[in-house]
């Protein structure tokens, strides 16, 4: 585990869609997850699960290509998450969470975790040593 943050999402406060780039597993438990606060949203658009850019994409289904957008077909995936439940994903998937249209904060606790071999000498690029790092 190498860090934990909270995050407090005001009335139409929303995240960025960005990737924890120095992790492996990230995690956001929902401590206070009101009704339409705004859910965690997972964005396939760099690396879709597709053999051509688009191919599963709304217009298909407008030109009759496709019957449905669903979850095995869609480039974004949303999760609403209750309170007291937590998500856990993949660090580098681009995530991002939808404006908080409710009148109270949305609370959770996030992490990342990053997974290596018990020595990373000569193996870790760009990770020093877990020999070298400060324990709290
Ligand atoms: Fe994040």
């Not at 206070?32 to 709304?58: R, W």
């Not at 979850?71 to 937590?86: T, Y």
């Not at 908080?100 to 760009?126: A, C, P, T, V, Y």
């Amino acid at each position: 585990m190498q860090r934990s943050w909270a995050t407090v999402c005001d009335k139409d406060e929303y995240l960025n869609p960005h990737k924890h780039w120095q992790s492996n597993i990230s995690f956001a438990y929902y401590l206070k997850k009101p009704l339409n606060s705004g859910n965690i949203v997972f964005s396939f658009n760099e690396n879709p699960n597709e053999i051509a850019d688009k191919l599963f994409s709304y217009d298909k289904v407008q030109k009759g290509l496709l019957s449905d957008i669903n979850n095995l077909n869609q480039s974004v995936f949303e999760i609403d998450a209750l309170e007291d439940e937590i998500v856990i994903f993949p660090s580098k998937t681009a995530h991002s969470t939808l404006r908080n249209l409710s009148n109270e904060d949305r609370i959770s606790i996030s992490g990342d975790i990053s997974i290596m071999l018990k020595n990373s000498n000569q193996f870790e690029h760009l990770l020093p040593n877990p020999n070298f790092w400060q324990k709290f």
